[in-house]
């Protein structure tokens, strides 16, 4: 079936270092992708989103990058902080609104 | 402040027992969703509802039911038909014009 998965489960990354995580998609009808940030016992909190017209966006200190002819998405964080550590989601959707979600990398920043 | 809060933040439950998890949002938002997650997976999608009293099943709606009575408040309910309902569940409500979700801190369910 169609899934989002993410590369890695795992990403270690110093402190200041800058991050990169990546996320495979299968749906070629998927149009609008979004990364979440979910810490311990807490809910996924919205990152940046992307629309499938645009293939980079930028936030403040995050990049989300698209590329529909490999359908990969990435997110990369500059100068990583120690609050930067938690479980990144990305997510998609294909119009009916229904977001579908990766299984999630864990990121640790290194001190 | 407008935000989505589930409660009880923790559950116990007795097998065989039922127990229903609150949602409530005061954003105005139509759509709302039940979503369940399992240690190191991601969010699986339980039930969904666009607008009031309209509800779907989503991809795990087995051992689980819900209600949509009032736009503000969305209850899960997680029934003894449910084999392996240990998890952490998630409610999120998302505004019409957007494709977005905004979720709730979270229930962690556990049968003992």
């Known amino acids: 079936g169609e899934s989002v998965g993410l590369h890695l489960p795992t990403l270690s990354v110093q402190e200041g270092d800058n991050s990169i995580i990546n996320c495979a998609y299968s749906n070629s009808a998927s149009d609008y992708f979004i990364w979440y940030k979910q810490e311990s016992g807490k809910g996924p909190q919205f990152i940046i989103d992307?629309?499938?017209?645009?293939d980079k966006r930028q936030g403040q200190r995050v990049t989300v990058l698209l590329n529909k002819t490999v359908k990969h998405l990435s997110l990369q964080i500059a100068a990583t902080q120690p609050g930067d550590s938690a479980v990144y989601f990305c997510a998609e959707t294909g119009g009916d609104y229904k977001l579908s979600f990766g299984a999630g990398t864990t990121v640790t920043v290194r001190a | 402040d407008g935000g989505i809060t589930q409660s009880p933040k923790y559950l116990f439950r007795k097998e065989g027992q039922n127990v229903t998890l609150s949602c409530e949002q005061n954003l105005n938002h139509d759509a709302m969703y039940w979503y369940r997650q399992d240690p190191g997976q991601g969010l699986r999608l339980i039930y969904y509802s666009q607008i009031v009293n309209d509800f779907q099943k989503g991809d795990i709606a087995e051992g689980y039911s819900v209600s949509r009575e009032k736009k503000e408040s969305f209850p899960l309910t997680v029934t003894s038909a449910q084999k392996n309902p240990t998890a952490f569940y998630l409610c999120a409500s998302r505004d019409e014009r957007l494709a977005g979700y905004t979720f709730g801190s979270g229930t962690r369910l556990t049968v003992v």
């Open positions: 992307i629309r499938s017209n645009m």
